[in-house]
């Protein structure tokens, strides 16, 4: 059975940090690439950060290049989305994914139920 649980996000202020996390069932962690996405009202959902199974190869957009990491623990089947230096404009509901490959990139099939980041300014 597929699942993603989010937890970690709340308020915070700008400039502060947060660490998200993504527990996963082991099938839907094991070999799979994991990656997180946002989406804020009124956007489209945004693709922030992804690791390859390996853990050799990540993507971090643009925005975040620099200030968010996004780590992982096999053993726990858990990836994590660590984000420092946070803005107001970065509030929004983030998702943690998971694709049925190795590599980061392409089509995720199995989704979080989200957890709300709120970056007060």
């Known amino acids: 059975q597929v699942r993603l649980v989010e937890s970690g996000g709340g308020l915070v202020q700008a400039g502060g940090s947060l660490r998200l996390s993504c527990a996963a069932s082991?099938?839907?962690?094991?070999?799979?690439?994991m990656g997180w996405f946002r989406q804020a009202p009124g956007k489209e959902r945004e693709f922030v950060a992804a690791?390859?199974?390996?853990?050799?190869?990540?993507f971090h957009t643009d925005s975040v290049k620099g200030r968010f990491t996004i780590p992982k623990d096999n053993a726990k089947s858990t990836v994590y989305l660590k984000m420092n230096r946070l803005k107001p404009e970065e509030t929004a509901v983030y998702y943690c994914?998971?694709?049925?490959?190795?590599?980061?990139?392409?089509?995720?099939?199995?989704w979080g139920q989200g957890t709300q980041v709120t970056v007060s300014s």
């Open positions: 690791i390859s199974w390996s853990g050799d190869s990540t």
């Open positions: 994914a998971s694709r049925g490959s190795e590599g980061w990139r392409g089509v995720y099939e199995s």
């Open positions: 082991r099938r839907t962690f094991s070999g799979n690439a």
